[in-house]
């Protein structure tokens, strides 16, 4: 004998209907088979509708029953030949007058008990089954339909009913030996109590029913047809990577049931457990797929894991006092005033302190639950000595299930250090003796991401996706979209990354795409974007809450600078290559170092100085490894570099600067190069990230330029400039005179830092810097004499957005 079952989904419709025929006739070929349905599609949920209807005087009852109606009708005149109709169509019209005399009742009194609850809920199946019955009948194969409420006994706890397991199995028994017909179809979810009043066994119970027949029967399989090809390593709907589990031991697929796998309805698996029969979930519109086989050992797959689930509309409730510490009862008494309330404890966790005992409820009974307890515990928090019960609700739990678990070490170190780098924070764990189970308490707008993040980390050996935020679209920024496409490939292949830009703004517009822009495309995507607005891009980013997320700053706007902290305050690093934070208050930088270290992400700005030059990188690696900064001396500004390598007096000063800036080397307004603002703020940034305490106006600038060029806006700065050819022409010309250079010098020493224009002779480490080149020289106390160097091109579209791009790639690796 074989026991098959299919659900709401495969008998959804006529179609679906014949597919199942197909199959059975199939089954057939092996043995004797029990065929168990569920109700068309969504008729369930229609039906309990109705009656909701109905309880509320509402006559709009009457039209969703209509519907069914008509909905069933169609299907029999789908399936059954028209000279064998007749009778079918008479037995649903008897049925749905019979619902709705029970809705009319329903109606009058006001009233929708749960015993009347499960009387309306039962038709479902009662018509599906037996039309799907007339179907095998009338396409030349026998089957015998019978009712499942005539095998199936239960309490009389209407909606979610106790089966007596010994009774129904007599009947299964009985009803079997004395009926041999190949084919049997049964209507699943309903059954009966003593007294033949209908009962239902829980929503998903058809699964049950079917369990409790393959295991009256010593079946030899029991078989699930839904709409998926069996259990997944997570939620299909929630992880676009998530994979069928192809073998699963029984007490795993009742853990992941239990929490949330909605393939499998949790109790089907204890009827066939004592039995040993395999349970094989199927797909009914791809039947070929292997699916996955449930039985007492698992096929081992080299992974501890075998798959994550999770369960919303959680509440915790905390008991908490000095009074429990060392005092017997408080346990029981606890746990005995939810049971007596019938609030079901989904997960327990308690201290080894005893001062404190936190349990995780259901949603709906939370408040019910504060109330039990605290009358519970009424006299101890008079005399405090337990606090009243703390309530938290808006909680989700997610759980990693697999048996080998307890023989792999650092599983649950590796699912908590995933959650904490991602910025989930983890209420409350659970795990039992048997480490089958490690369950996190997590706040419901995280379950997403810890799943996404949990699967990532068990179960997906290909590729780790970076989901990247990026505000500029400039030069920088524009190259920084070529070089991410350019190394896409190669960047999968050798570190097994996926970087997906999901949103990209600039001044104007701003563009969001979940599964990833096109970066063939991007500048498409983006001109036909929403109106640009930085706080409402960064409620975005914060409200998706992906995982591994990096929000990447490739703009020199003030106003993008200073929501850094919004981000890192929910996990999401910052890779930047505008200096406008790391060069602010001193307050301002030291909080955003803070808040990535507190919430496990990184804040990054190596272009912030000499572009992609390793000159941030190199300092931090001098100062973790112990050594100390006792001087800098540096060339900075690869705009000014460039313009004083260029000048030399053959054409006018204002002609090298605007060559600089065409070939991008300048910010967006060169007197940020030339008056040296950008570099005391590059000089700074390196005093701090030395240890110093510093601010701009602790900094010495001896300026080059004269003061009225830095009025009005940038074309009238040109204009000044050519007024002051012969100021330029005079630096110049003495600097010549001696033999030397011009170079802009940036130098930090004893805590002072200065900038300024100096003369530098042939035998100086700054003289031989040619093009738009930087270089920094280190001292310190490893190199005090011969300082450690780091010299190349400073500036830059295609360097810079080089270095922004290496930086996004050190963020991952967090």
């Known amino acids: 004998m074989q026991v098959l079952k299919f659900g709401g989904t495969s008998v959804g419709s006529a179609d679906n209907i014949k597919k199942v025929i197909d199959i059975v006739r199939k089954a057939l070929q092996k043995d004797r088979a029990v065929v168990v349905v569920s109700a068309l599609g969504g008729t369930t949920d229609a039906l309990l509708n109705a009656g909701a209807l109905a309880s509320n005087a509402n006559e709009q009852y009457k039209d969703e029953l209509q519907r069914i109606e008509q909905r069933h009708l169609e299907a029999v005149k789908q399936l059954i030949p028209v000279q064998q109709q007749s009778g079918m169509l008479s037995l649903v019209k008897k049925i749905c007058n019979e619902i709705d005399d029970v809705c009319n009742g329903v109606f009058l009194l006001g009233e929708l008990s749960a015993r009347t609850k499960d009387r309306i809920a039962s038709y479902g199946e009662l018509m599906s089954s037996q039309i799907i019955a007339g179907a095998f009948n009338s396409a030349g194969t026998p089957a015998l339909w019978k009712d499942a409420r005539k095998l199936i006994r239960t309490n009389t706890n209407f909606g979610n009913a106790q089966v007596n397991a010994d009774i129904s199995k007599n009947l299964i028994i009985e009803f079997f030996n004395t009926h041999q017909d190949p084919l049997v179809i049964l209507p699943g979810f309903i059954a009966s109590d003593e007294n033949n009043e209908t009962t239902t066994l829980g929503r998903g119970g058809s699964d049950y029913t079917a369990a409790i027949v393959a295991a009256a029967l010593n079946a030899a399989s029991l078989e699930i047809w839904t709409d998926v090809s069996g259990m997944m390593t997570a939620d ?69 894991i075998r798959g994550i689930s999770s369960v919303s509309n959680i509440g915790l409730i905390s008991l908490e006092g000095s009074g429990m510490v060392g005092v017997p009862g408080f346990s029981r008494r606890l746990f005995e005033s939810l049971s007596l309330s019938k609030i079901n404890v989904i997960l327990i966790t308690q201290g080894s302190s005893e001062h404190s005992i936190c349990v995780g409820v259901e949603t709906p009974f939370i408040q019910k639950a504060k109330e039990v307890v605290d009358t519970e ?119 097994r990354l996926n970087l997906k830009v999901i949103g990209l703004a600039n001044s104007r517009k701003m563009a969001i795409d979940d599964s990833g822009i096109d970066l063939n495309h991007w500048q498409e995507k983006l001109a036909g974007g929403e109106t640009a607005d930085i706080n409402n891009f960064i409620s975005i980013i914060i409200s998706k809450n992906l995982r591994n997320a990096i929000f990447v700053d490739v703009t020199a706007s003030d106003a993008v600078a200073k929501v850094y902290d919004k981000l890192l305050q929910k996990s999401v690093s910052v890779v930047a290559c505008n200096k406008v934070a790391a060069s602010s208050s001193y307050a301002y930088y030291k909080n955003l170092k803070d808040l990535a270290r507190a919430f496990n992400c990184v804040y990054l700005f190596e272009t912030n100085v000499g572009a992609a030059l390793p000159v941030i990188g190199t300092l931090n690696d001098l100062m973790r490894s112990g050594d100390r900064i006792n001087r800098i001396e540096a060339v900075l500004s690869g705009t000014l570099n460039f313009v004083f390598n260029n000048y030399d007096g053959s054409r006018s000063f204002a002609e090298v600067v605007k060559q600089a800036q065409d070939e991008g080397y300048t910010e967006p307004d060169p007197r940020l190069d030339l008056s040296g603002t950008d570099v005391m703020r590059k000089i700074m940034i390196l005093a701090r990230e030395s240890g110093e305490q510093m601010e701009m106006q602790d900094i010495t600038c001896n300026g080059f330029l004269p003061d009225s060029c830095m009025n009005g806006d940038v074309p009238a700065f040109y204009e000044e400039m050519k007024k002051h050819e012969a100021h330029f022409k005079k630096l110049y010309d003495e600097a010549a005179a001696k033999n030397c250079k011009l170079k802009f010098v940036a130098q930090y020493e004893n805590g002072k830092a200065s900038v300024g224009l100096q003369h530098i002779s042939p035998e100086h480490d700054l003289y031989h810097l040619y093009g738009k080149d930087n270089v920094v020289l280190f001292y310190t106390e490893r190199y005090p004499l011969q300082p450690l160097v780091v010299k190349g091109a400073g500036a830059g579209a295609e360097v810079t957005a080089s270095g922004v791009f290496a930086d996004i790639i050190r963020a991952t690796a967090q």
């Open 377 to 495: 515990f009424e006299d101890e928090i008079r005399m405090e000595k337990v606090q009243p019960l703390v309530v938290e609700t808006d909680l989700s739990i997610v759980a990693l299930v697999g048996e080998n678990m307890k023989s792999h070490p650092g599983i649950s170190g590796k699912m908590f250090g995933a959650l904490g780098r991602n910025g989930v924070n983890v209420r409350a764990i659970a795990q039992g003796s048997s480490e089958r189970n490690i369950s996190a308490v997590v706040s419901t707008k995280d379950v997403r991401k810890a799943i996404n993040v949990l699967h990532e980390e068990f179960f997906e050996t290909t590729n780790k996706q970076i989901n990247l935020f990026i505000a500029g679209a400039g030069n920088v920024g524009s190259k920084l979209m070529e070089q991410l496409k350019q190394q896409q490939e190669w960047l999968a292949k050798h570190l």
């Open 236 to 304: 299909p709907r929630w992880v676009s990577g998530a994979k069928v589990i192809s073998s699963i031991s029984y007490q795993e697929a009742m853990e992941l049931s239990h929490f949330g796998a909605k393939v499998l309805y949790p109790p089907t698996i204890q009827p066939v457990l004592g039995k040993g029969i395999p349970v094989v979930i199927k797909n009914t519109f791809a039947p070929e797929d292997a699916g996955t086989t449930i039985a007492k050992h698992a096929v081992t797959n080299g992974n501890a």
